[in-house]
């Protein structure tokens, strides 16, 4: 008689403990990559669609520009606002704005402003006149109504990268 498993409670239990650390460790050996500056997309929701009827929810949007360097400030350059369609609807803001280390600049779009529609976005730019570790730029939208509330949030992806 051969025997085939001796410990397969044993086994199971290293496989299973396995296949949970390597995403860890694949997200730790990840390097920190450092910018001097970026041009970030972040999708955004000013309504989204309920029921069978596509009735609509209004939603509120908070755009959080989060500077995580602990040391050095960054400069936001631009922040416009986009419809579904792509079509810029408007600037956020006039003049750069400096960010100090580990501060946030935050914009809302009010819940009555529905221009932006369901496919709404933002293109968050910022600098730096060193390398840094690049912001945290995520819009969170939330919206109370129908005797319910919703909460989610979008988290920016970079889609340029600065040259010094």
């Known amino acids: 008689m051969k025997l085939v498993r001796q410990f397969p409670l044993f086994t199971s239990a290293l496989v299973a403990l396995a296949l949970l650390v390597a995403p860890l460790t694949a997200a730790v050996a ?8 970026q041009t970030v997309y972040v999708p955004s929701y000013s309504h989204i669609f309920v029921g069978n009827r596509l009735k609509t929810f209004d939603l509120t949007t908070s755009l ?3 500077n995580s360097d602990p040391e050095t400030p960054i400069t936001v350059t631009r922040v416009d606002y986009y419809d579904a369609s792509g079509r810029f609807i408007r600037a956020m803001m006039k003049t750069p704005l400096v960010l100090r280390p580990v501060s946030t600049l935050v914009y809302v779009i009010d819940e009555s402003d529905k ?11 910022w600098r730096s006149s060193k390398k840094v570790a690049p912001p945290v730029v995520e819009s969170v939208m939330i919206g109370t109504g129908m005797q319910q509330g919703i909460s989610f949030t979008s988290r920016g992806q970079v889609v ?5």
């Open 64 to 66: 959080a520009i989060r």
């Open 30 to 37: 990840e390097p920190l990559l450092f910018s001097t500056g």
């Open 115 to 125: 221009t932006g529609g369901v496919g709404a976005s933002f293109l968050v730019a």
């Open 160 to 164: 340029r990268e600065t040259q010094p």
